[in-house]
């Protein structure tokens, strides 16, 4: 063959082996797709580690986010704020205050979007000193049900903060009921935010024939997200009774009357002067 064709021969021989290497490796590699609702990506950003204990970094977090709000057997009106983030201050699930004593006036909500938000695409950003007003119903029956809402501090507390006081400083929630803003029960705070930041309220409420409403006195600047008024599982674990909270009762009554006479949202009263149909 001659040297030429020797080394020709050997330049071939070696491309084919190294060629053959490669698709061996790439029939040993495997894609696994990623569980649950989260996924990250691996470049820039901050550090974690990877499965091959090699560091790795998150810049993006991806979430799967409900727009209209949740969950559907919510007796709350609108309990993850998705529908009352609106400018002006209208008919709205969520009424927000400046209260003090005998008067109440109402302001707009001012919301967050995004990842700021526990769940859904919209929550509340809160002032201390407002009060937000939840309109809801009562379950069917006299059944009792389990009232709920996070909090979350709009500035992260300090890393020596005692976390039982993190979540109970940010805000008052009470169960009221509706026509006559009078309270049935205060909501627990956790003992510590979870892992999101965010601080559980929390309460077990017993039946009532009239609508059930979550009235919230802000103490802290703070996110709120996620509230709900679930009818109560026969079997569901009881929560103990909560001391109620001290509210004002002067201002909690002149929100009372401020709804009573704003923000009726059973049936319409007659407007004076326009005959109705009788049938």
Known sequence: MGEIGVEA???????????????????????HPLGGGTSTSTSGGSSSSSGSGQPTTIVRQVFQ???????????????????????????????????????ATQIPLVSETGGTCRTGLRCANASKGQVLFG????????????????????????????????????????????DTTSIL?????????????????????????????LYIDMKEDAIVDSATLLPTPSAAAKIAPFEEPLIDQQRLHAIGDYIRAHKRLDEPRPVPGVREDVR
């Open 9 to 31: 021969m050997r330049t071939l021989v070696c491309a084919a082996m190294v060629s053959a290497a490669s698709l061996a490796g790439c029939t040993q590699e495997s894609v």
């Open 65 to 103: 986010r409900n727009p209209w709000g949740g969950p559907p057997n919510n007796l709350l009106v609108d309990g993850d704020f998705e529908l009352s983030a609106a400018p002006g201050t209208g008919q709205y699930g969520w009424t927000v205050f400046t209260a003090a004593g005998l008067s």
């Open 135 to 178: 309109r809801g119903t009562a379950p069917a029956n006299m059944a009792t049900s389990h009232a709920s809402v996070y909090g979350k501090p709009s500035t992260p507390p300090a890393p020596d903060a005692n976390p039982a006081a993190v979540c109970s400083g940010l805000f008052n929630a009470t169960i009221v009921l509706c």
């Open 185 to 213: 029960v205060g909501l627990k705070p956790a003992l510590a935010p979870s892992d999101d930041g965010f601080c559980e309220y929390s309460a077990d409420v017993p039946g009532s024939a009239v609508a059930l409403c």
